[in-house]
Each structure stands twice: as C-alpha cells, then as structure tokens.
C-alpha cells in the first residue's frame, strides 16, 4: 500500500485525507498542536460556544458548501440586525448607520466551526498523530520526515501547513530551490496578524428591534463585533475582531478594556458576564512563525507556483493559501486539499 503522510490536520489536511479514505493509499497525518482544526478553533466555556479563528462563509464558497452538505452538517445565516454602530471616536461621534438589505448572505456552523473539523476528521478515517511538530524533511529515493520523538517515511508527502511556516521552520534536505523557498516565505498567511474575541453573557442586552450588536470601530480596541447568540443552546454572545495595537497587552488587559468599551456603550444595561476568550494568533507558533515577515493581506495567496508538485509529484502543498479559488479561507482549503487527493488518486490509477 502506498503511504501518504500529509503534515497538518486543518481543514486542507483533513479535505485531503476525506479524498482518499476509499483509496488504496495508507493515510497518516502529523500534527503540531495537541488539537484538530489549525487556524478553526471553537471553545467551549460556560455551555457556550465561543469562535477564536474562522466563523463564517457565504454563497461563493462552493467546494465548503459541497463539502458540509456531504458530511451533513447544519449551518445557518449570520443575523447583523437592521443597523450597525459606528464608533468614530475619538475623532468623530458614535453613529448608526442601516445595513443594506440586499447584501449577500453569510453563513455559519449551528454547533460551531469544529463541528465540522471533528466529522471530517472521523469520516476521513486517517489516523492522526498529535504533538509531532515536523521539523526536517528529506527525499531521495525514500522520503523521510523527522520530528523530536520519529522518523515517519513516506511515499508521497503533502504539507497542508501555511507557506511561510514551512520556509521558517522545515529544513528539506535538498535544500529548496531559493526562488522557491522565497515565495514560500513572501506568502502572507491570512488571518495570523488578527486578534479574535468573543464574550458570553446572561442576557443579550445589547439587542434592540433595529440593532442587534454589529459594530465598526476603527480606532477603538475592538474594531469589529457580530451577535453569537444561539436561542436553541441558550447561547447570549457576541464575536469580532479587536485591534491588533493592543497584541502587546496581556489577556487581563484587553478584556478589562474590551468591558470597559461595552459599558461606554451600554451604560445603564446590566452586564452579568458568563466567559470571555481572546486569541492573538500572532503568538500561535503553528501559525505564525516566530520572526514572519510583515506582508500585506493576501500576498502571494493563490499564487500557481505554490501548486507546482515537486520531485516527481512526490511533494505538494495544499494550506488554504496554495488554492486557486478563495486562497486563505476555509473554501480554499477544502478545495486545494480535495485538488491534491485527486491528482494523487489520478497517480494510483
Ligand atoms: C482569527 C481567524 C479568523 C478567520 N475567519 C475566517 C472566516 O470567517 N471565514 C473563512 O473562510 N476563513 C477564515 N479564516 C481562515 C481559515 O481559518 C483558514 O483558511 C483555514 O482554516 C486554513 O486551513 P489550513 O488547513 O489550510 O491551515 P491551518 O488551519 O493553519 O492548518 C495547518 C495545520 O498544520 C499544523 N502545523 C503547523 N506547523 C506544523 C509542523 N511543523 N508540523 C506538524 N504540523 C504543523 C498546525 O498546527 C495546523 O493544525 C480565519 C482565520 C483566523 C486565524
């Protein structure tokens, strides 16, 4: 049986072992972190579901919506209420604006993002094995890929693991084409310079008939704020993004400045707090390496290079960044990591 060993269990990992779990391949995956999901990361806290990575995907994300319709899972459409807050403090007032009505739908998961990671994981049937960070990689006639406690061999390799990652924290013996190498490192990871939060309370005070919590804020600590409410888990909850001036904080501190925005806004409600959760993903070292360049939003993403199969259609790599159609998002993962499986299950024919 041929073996594929593929690096990363994210979404284009796992999309890519989902592809070949009827295949006479032997799929093994090697994973960093002691947790599925990568860059999709739903907490639990409090009963509640909070979202410190992807959340959301609309109408033109074709190979996701394939993919949740196959695997069953439910999602719903993302409610922003009839009109959003704007803070244009402190160099303007706080104002409300309507949203347009006529805007396309976005959409998210009923039971969370890693809903869908767990199914996937279990109907691609591979077996995973956490915390084995890979740290070298060399082919010859075999391919060998090392971590600190094994050497896992290989016939085909996929690294569905962000670009710039690989270029910082892999050593390939050969060594990678310089050309090669500095896309990989030019490659902007989307997301990895954002900080998430999300907060769980009592009671969704914040909703009124016309506004139900979205909120605009480019010079405030949270930049950008949806509801998460759920009325059939009892869930009260708001998500967005805060501003990443504040990375530098500890966690105390931006929540107490996140609370102390809310009361700016809310100052008569009652606030009975349930849990708070904030991720900076710049300190995530599975995403972010430690000296990344500072590249602009989307930097290279979908750049075909990046597809280019290398020693004889022996290594490819499929992180979400790779794909040609929505590189960076969740689609993009889920539709380079099917792509990789096809090419390779056209290899074994
Ligand atoms: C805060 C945030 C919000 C986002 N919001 C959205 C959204 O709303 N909608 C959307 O479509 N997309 C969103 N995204 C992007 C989306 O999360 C990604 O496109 C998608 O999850 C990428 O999947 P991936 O498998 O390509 O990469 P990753 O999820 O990064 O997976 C790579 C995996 O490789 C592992 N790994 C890394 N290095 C090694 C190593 N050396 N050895 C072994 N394993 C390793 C990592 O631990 C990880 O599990 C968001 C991302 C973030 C961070």
């Known amino acids: ?40 990361f739903t907490i639990e806290k409090e009963n509640s579901q909070l979202e410190m990575g992807a959340t959301w995907f609309g109408p033109q994300h074709t190979s996701l919506i394939q993919l949740i319709k196959e695997l069953k899972i439910p999602f719903k459409t993302q409610d922003n ?110 997301m990895s310079d954002s900080i998430k939060f999300s907060i769980a309370y009592e009671d969704a005070f914040w ?34 993004f805060l501003n990443s001036n504040y990375s530098l904080l500890t966690w105390e501190e931006r929540k107490e400045k996140v609370m102390g925005l809310l009361e700016s806004y809310y100052p008569d409600e009652k606030r009975p707090l349930k849990a708070y959760a904030d991720l900076n993903w710049r300190n995530e070292l599975y995403t972010t390496p430690k000296n990344a360049k500072s590249l602009a939003p989307h930097q290279n993403n979908g750049n075909p290079k990046l597809r280019d199969s290398l020693f004889d259609n022996r290594l490819f790599f499929s992180a979400s960044e790779t794909a040609q159609q929505t590189p960076g998002y969740m689609d993009g993962a889920v539709h380079r990591g099917r792509e990789v499986a096809d090419f390779l299950l056209d290899l074994s024919d």
């Open 81 to 190: 209420g009839a009109e959003a807050l704007y803070d244009f403090r402190p160099k303007g007032n706080i104002e409300r604006f309507q949203i347009p009505s006529q805007g396309a739908a976005t959409y998210k998961f009923n039971h969370g993002t890693s809903h869908l990671i767990e199914t996937l994981a279990e109907a691609s049937k591979a077996k995973i094995h956490f915390d084995e960070v890979v740290a070298s990689i060399s082919i010859d006639e075999h391919i060998k890929v090392s971590t600190s406690t094994a050497v896992f061999e290989a016939d085909y390799l996929v690294l569905s693991i962000p670009p710039q990652l690989i270029s910082e924290g892999i050593e390939f013996r050969p060594k990678l084409s310089e050309t090669f190498n500095q896309l990989l490192q030019d490659t902007h990871t989307w």
């Open 1 to 40: 049986m041929p073996k594929v060993l593929i690096i990363g269990a994210g979404l284009s990992g796992l999309s890519t072992a989902y592809g070949l779990r009827n295949s006479n391949f032997d799929v093994k995956i090697l994973e960093a972190r002691s947790r599925l999901g990568g860059r999709i």
């Open 207 to 240: 909703k009124s008939q016309q506004f139900i919590g979205t909120l605009m804020s480019p010079h405030q600590i949270i930049q950008e704020m949806y509801d998460h409410s759920d009325n059939e888990r009892d869930q009260n909850a708001l998500v967005g």
